[in-house]
């Protein structure tokens, strides 16, 4: 086994920190992430789509995904609607009080990172994420 390159160790340790990071503040607002949370954020950004495309985006069976859809409706989140472009297709689409808690969750989280901000990292520090954010922005 050949030793990593220092990229590669740098996009390793990259890798690490973001998903240590990203539980902590899931673990810190109890907002987890869910399969049922995923999907309605991917109803979100792409305003409707069918449980075909909804597994394809998620990578997930079908099957798997008609169950979380079955469960999101149940839940009054989610609603079935004819498609637009094929009157035979039906697609998923979110309701209000599922993009309301899409929307709480993301403010729950993003005040506790702040706060975690403010009581961790002097300003030097916070200098440092904007430089580190914007070498993250390019790598998008």
């Known amino acids: ?7 590669q160790q740098l ?6 920190l973001v998903s240590h990071f990203v539980r902590n503040v899931r673990v810190g607002t109890a907002t987890v992430r869910t399969s049922q949370y995923e999907t309605l954020d991917l109803l979100e950004s792409h305003q409707s789509l069918s449980i ?3 597994a394809r985006l998620r990578g997930v069976k079908h099957q798997s995904m008609r169950l979380v859809i079955n469960e ?10 004819k ?3 094929d009157a035979r297709a039906q697609v998923i689409v979110l ?14 989280r993003t005040e506790w990172i ?5 009581a961790s990292l002097e300003q030097s520090d916070r200098d440092d994420l904007q430089k580190g954010l914007a070498a993250l922005r390019k790598l998008l």
């Open 1 to 7: 086994m050949t030793p990593k390159s220092e990229t």
């Open 11 to 16: 996009a390793e340790e990259l890798r690490q």
């Open 52 to 54: 075909a495309e909804l």
């Open 72 to 81: 999101l409706e149940s839940q009054g989140l989610v609603l079935r609607q």
């Open 83 to 85: 498609s637009a472009q």
């Open 95 to 108: 309701r209000d009080c599922a993009r309301a808690h899409l929307v709480t969750a993301r403010e729950q």
């Open 114 to 118: 702040a706060a975690r901000i403010n």
